[in-house]
């Protein structure tokens, strides 16, 4: 049973997002992740310090890439291993791309330091949209460490930029993705009241737009004032705490195949469950209100290099553990889960 109506603690702020990433050399914070990944891709050509040759773990949706390919990278895919851990090329050489990713808070963040470490002729891009969370993510000695804040904020805008070797300047202006981001941003609110079925279709037609406008991979915005300031204002450690809290009530609480453990180290991003019928399934959480999003659809090629990303590709599903909600909603959201699947 809810309750209202009891006293309350206000959790006051002791660390923003913005302290995190503070000990870095240069910082740059853009409209999203994918603009940092461009950025970062042609500053390296600019720079004259690549092969145009990346190499992009096999469980990666062509959002991560697809600056590198069009600025005319090969692109060779690589493994990952059954605890979402870089299977390293053995082939890579002196100026080729390294494409890291931190998944769910469970990858090996020392192996990877040690590996780069040891590697320091290799390019390094360090993927951590899933720790933002996590002071160690900004640690790492990476070329580039790039991330996706808006996913784990909902802001209008939110991509990381961190180098301590590279200095990038960001345009400045008015773009269409956070214009469009805006818009749908202030109808969403009116949805999120009246659940007006027409103001839906509205503020997804708008978001859409603004998707394609950043899959263009052809210049890297600033990210607006208002996302920035917010940056500034948000309380890690509480974020912290109610993702923790909601991922431990919701692991316990399904009956499914989770696809990490429950004691990861890390902030949690999601929690990424196995399920047959995948497809289906999304359409049916969907209908009763719960959005468990496919993070990792990817290329044929990535399948065939590595099995285990091949099948995370064809059978998970991303359940929301974030902020926004508290133990009630967790309870509805595994209660949601067992009956579609009992079906």
């Known amino acids: 049973m809810r309750e209202f109506g009891s006293e309350y603690d206000l959790s006051f702020r002791n660390c923003s997002l913005s302290d995190l990433w503070k000990g870095r050399k240069h910082t740059v914070l853009l409209r999203s992740g994918r603009d940092a990944i461009f950025a970062a891709a042609e500053k390296l050509l600019k720079e ?61 963040v020392k192996s990877i330091e040690k590996w780069i470490i040891e590697h320091p002729e290799v390019n390094t891009v360090l993927d951590i949209t899933h720790s933002v969370w996590d002071d160690y993510a900004y640690g790492l000695s990476a070329t580039f460490t790039i991330g996706s804040l808006r ?96 991922f431990s009530v919701l692991y316990s609480a399904i009956n499914i195949k989770k696809l990490i453990p429950d004691n990861i180290d890390g902030t949690p991003f999601s929690l990424p469950v196995a399920i047959e019928n995948r497809d289906e399934i999304q359409r049916e959480f969907a209908k009763r209100g719960v959005y468990a ?6 290329d044929e090629t990535a399948k065939n290099v590595c099995g285990f990303a091949g099948y995370v590709a064809d059978n998970m599903l991303s359940l929301p553990i974030d902020q926004r909600y508290g133990y009630d909603d967790m309870v509805d959201i595994a209660s949601i889960v067992e009956e579609v699947l009992s079906r």
């Open 151 to 246: 996913k784990s904020m909902g802001t209008v805008n939110g991509g990381l930029l961190v180098s301590d070797i590279y200095d990038v300047k960001a345009e400045k202006g008015e773009n269409v993705f956070t214009e469009y981001r805006k818009k749908a941003f202030r109808i969403k609110k009116q949805y999120a009241y009246d659940r007006t079925q027409d103001v839906k279709n509205e503020y997804r037609k708008m978001l859409a737009i603004a998707e394609e406008d950043i899959a263009k991979n052809d210049v890297f915005f600033a990210a607006d004032e208002e996302s920035v300031r917010g940056f500034d204002c948000v309380n890690v450690e509480e974020i912290r705490y109610r993702r923790k809290r909601n």
């Open 293 to 298: 999003p496919v993070l990792w659809p990817i």
């Open 48 to 108: 004259k310090s690549t092969t145009a040759r990346a190499y992009v773990p096999a469980l990666s949706c062509e959002s991560m890439y697809s600056a590198f390919k069009n600025l005319g990278y090969e692109i060779v895919f690589y493994p990952i291993d059954e605890a979402f851990n870089p299977v390293y090329p053995d082939e890579i050489k002196k100026g080729d791309v390294l494409l890291l990713m931190l998944y769910y808070g469970m990858t090996d």
